[in-house]
């Protein structure tokens, strides 16, 4: 079956650090990837989409890869703030017009 | 940008009794809406994908009959827990795709506690 695997351990990194998230699936061709931010009591917010023929996505401290040899993404935030703390979603959808398949989700926590 | 809400953003209900949620597109028109559910520490689990104009699909495993989306307009989508059960407490969220691109635009959410 499908199935899309966070870490569901918090990561929790020091300010200033990079932190690296990562996403891996199985048994899944999509044609892209998303990554998505949730705070707490509410919606995702879209960060970055990346497609099956890109190997890299950068949006200023954001840089998102995409290994589809591997199944895997992995999303890094450089300079990370406190205000960086959050649940960072990874999605996948099989075409364009496909709905999105979340995984459970990463917690991020960065200290001062 | 694109903004999606949702109303209410909570809802406190007995047993036994129906809950609409609202979700609107604010700036744009979203011809498709999808409703997910969230449980504690767990993915969001999509529901059902809403089509203006035309009946609901549902997900696998998701009683239509229990959860009635209607579409009516191209800028809101509505969802009726019917006959709710303790059960049925979470956090249902929605969203709609924008118009050029892959991404969706999700609403805040509505937690919905059935007492």
């Known amino acids: 079956s499908q199935k899309i695997e966070q870490n569901s351990e918090a990561l929790n990194i020091q300010e200033g650090k990079t932190a690296t998230l990562t996403c891996n699936y199985t048994?899944?061709?999509?044609?892209?990837l998303q990554w998505y931010r949730q705070d707490p009591g509410r919606g995702p917010v879209f960060l970055l989409l990346i497609r099956e023929n890109e190997k890299e996505k950068r949006k200023e401290r954001l840089k998102v890869t995409f290994d589809t040899t591997l199944k895997q993404s992995l999303f890094h935030i450089t300079a990370s703030q406190p205000a960086d703390s959050a649940t960072y979603l990874c999605?996948?959808?099989?075409?364009?017009?496909?709905?999105?398949?979340f995984g459970k989700g990463t917690m991020l926590l960065v200290s001062p | 940008g694109a903004v999606v809400s949702q109303h209410p953003s909570r809802v406190i209900c007995k047993s036994g009794t129906s809950v609409k949620i609202e979700c609107r597109s604010l700036?744009?028109?979203?011809?498709?809406m999808f409703w997910y559910r969230q449980f504690p520490k767990q993915s969001l689990m999509l529901m059902a994908t809403s089509n203006e104009g035309s009946k609901a699909t549902y997900e696998q495993g998701v009683e239509k009959d229990k959860f009635l989306i209607n579409h009516a307009s191209l800028t809101l989508s509505t969802l009726t827990v019917t006959s709710a059960h303790p059960e049925d407490s979470s956090f249902y969220i929605c969203s709609a795709p924008g118009l050029y691109t892959d991404t969706q635009y999700f609403g805040p959410g509505t937690r919905l506690t059935v007492l």
């Open positions: 700036d744009f028109q979203a011809t498709t």
């Open positions: 048994n899944y061709s999509p044609a892209y």
């Open positions: 999605a996948l959808a099989a075409s364009g017009y496909s709905t999105l398949t």
